[in-house]
């Protein structure tokens, strides 16, 4: 029988849950995809995708963990020995995520460090590509940013040491202190926000409904693409977190709450950025939709001029937006290594201490690629390559193999509903059969047409006009890299105990 480390609380599993949905996208993604999917009317869709997809596939991931006892490689290993690489894919995937989603927290240690005085300047963008990151061109590494290089190291310094020592006294604690913070320093920016000149244009513009875009299927579309990529859903998070609880949990009861907690922290970002956003329209005699921008481009050019415009307290109200950024952005970082950590621990049977040391130090090596003046654009093709055929791909063969292969469903409803308050029934078992699968694959088929085009057709241009020798090697070769690897992973042999059994015993952290 194998020991396994397990929350402390509930409250910590939750909060843990939680700050891994929260993150980054949150704040420059979603506001930004509503804004352009219907405003108000996009909240239709996407409360439907929250239900129909969201909720039950995290109903799944948790359900797998507890009750496989394994970290996603190995929960699949013993769901069928023939899906392991489905869960090496899922971890891979992670650790190319967490390569490069260290330096964007990297970029928001500088910057709560510029807002003391406002360094950035007049020109935002100018500062960001030009003084800060000191551009290269595609493809060129061009050496370190010292900017960058600095509080990267200090990130995985934090990081490293919290998954170093453990889930209850590390993760479990980190988290209790990172989302309460995160939650109240948020709150007070919007607060700020909703205060300003022209607030009420942006809110106004974000919630106005436009019933006319539900007619079309790519705002549908958009709207589980928003859920899929915000949850931390399908690529091994959630999975390895629930391996961690204890016998007697409520599966479903929590995937609710982690599921509307992070739908209602995306709300007040919508309501924080738009407030921003419309203060900024009024000041420049423009409309609304004129400044709208995500990803990016939203938290490192257009948040500074803003803060640059803003009557009091800019150098404050500059700290805590770009700290909520880094709150965020760690409880993810977190439970996205954690997921690699777990992986070889239980693969190779070796202590959480030199899984963190090992899988977590060679992730750390990996991220200074993104520490050069190279950096951005390696980022900008990992992350959309990762994403969209990482992460999505992944989540489609994930809900196929479970609910069609495999014909699982039916025995992890069973043992969801042993365990659980709320009840789930056959929405459950349509969602993940019917309803993910479609829009899923109708987004894959979409996505691999869009880009094969833009590959192989000289007039339409790659993703962000690349040069092609680029997006292969900066984009496809990472994308297929990760499941090349996950499914060597597989052919290792494993180590110890978890060559033949199939069930564990929980047992507390020691102390």
Request: aromatic share 14%; hydrophobic share 50%.
């Amino acid at each position: 029988m194998e020991n396994r480390s397990q929350w402390g609380t509930r409250a910590g599993f939750i909060l843990a849950a939680a700050g891994s949905a929260v993150g980054l996208g949150n704040i420059w993604r979603f506001p930004a995809t509503a804004f352009e999917n219907g405003g108000g009317a996009f909240m239709v869709p996407y409360l439907i995708a929250l239900l129909t997809a969201g909720i039950p596939i995290l109903i799944m991931e948790f359900t797998m963990g507890h009750k496989y006892r394994g970290s996603s490689p190995l929960s699949f290993k013993r769901m069928n020995k023939n899906t392991e690489w489905i869960g090496w894919w899922g971890v891979l995937v992670a650790f190319v995520i967490s390569t490069y989603y260290s330096v964007i927290i990297a970029w928001a240690i500088s910057y709560s460090i510029f807002s003391f005085n406002l360094n950035w300047g007049s020109d935002p963008t100018a500062f960001l590509t030009g003084s800060y990151l000191q551009t290269a061109a595609p493809g060129e590494f061009g050496g370190f940013v010292p900017g960058v290089l600095i509080p990267l190291i200090i990130v995985w310094l934090v990081v490293l040491g919290i998954l170093y020592r453990g889930v209850k006294k590390g993760i479990e604690i980190a988290n209790k202190i990172f989302i309460p913070t995160l939650a109240v320093v948020f709150l007070i920016i919007v607060i700020r926000a909703i205060t300003l000149p022209g607030a009420f244009e942006g809110l106004n513009t974000f919630f106005t409904p436009d019933f006319a875009a539900l007619a079309d299927p790519d705002v549908w579309v958009a709207a589980y693409g928003q859920i899929f990529f915000s949850m931390s859903i399908a690529f091994a998070i959630m999975i390895t977190y629930a391996s961690y609880l204890p016998r007697k949990s409520d599966i479903t009861n929590n995937a609710f709450i982690v599921g509307f907690g992070n739908s209602s922290f995306e709300l007040l970002c919508g309501i924080g950025v738009f407030s921003v956003l419309g203060f900024m329209a009024v000041g420049q005699g423009v409309g609304v939709n004129e400044v709208v921008e995500g990803g990016v481009g939203l938290a490192f050019m257009v948040f500074p001029s803003i803060i640059n415009e803003f009557p009091a307290l800019n150098e404050l109200f500059g700290f805590l937006f770009f700290a909520s950024l880094v709150l965020a952005g760690m409880s993810s970082l977190i439970s996205i290594i954690e997921t690699y950590v777990s992986g070889l621990s239980d693969k190779f049977k070796i202590s959480r201490q030199k899984a963190v040391v090992f899988g977590g130090g060679f992730a750390a090596l990996v991220s200074l690629i993104f520490a050069t003046r190279g950096g951005l654009n390696f980022l900008d093709a990992a992350d959309y390559f990762i994403n969209q055929f990482g992460v999505a791909a992944l989540g489609l063969v994930q809900v196929v193999a479970v609910a069609w292969f495999l014909r699982k469903l039916n025995d992890l409803k069973s043992h969801a509903n042993e365990i659980s308050d709320i009840k789930i029934g056959p929405w459950w078992n349509i969602s993940l059969m019917f309803i993910t699968p479609v829009v899923l694959g109708y987004n894959m088929f979409q996505l691999l047409r869009q880009n094969l085009l833009q590959q192989f057709e000289t007039d339409t241009g790659n993703y962000a006009n690349y040069p092609d020798t680029f997006i292969l090697y900066g984009g496809w070769f990472v994308a297929g890299g990760a499941l090349l690897v996950g499914i060597i992973m597989t052919l290792i042999k494993w180590k110890g105990s978890n060559k033949t059994d199939s069930k564990t015993e929980n047992t507390e952290e020691a102390k």
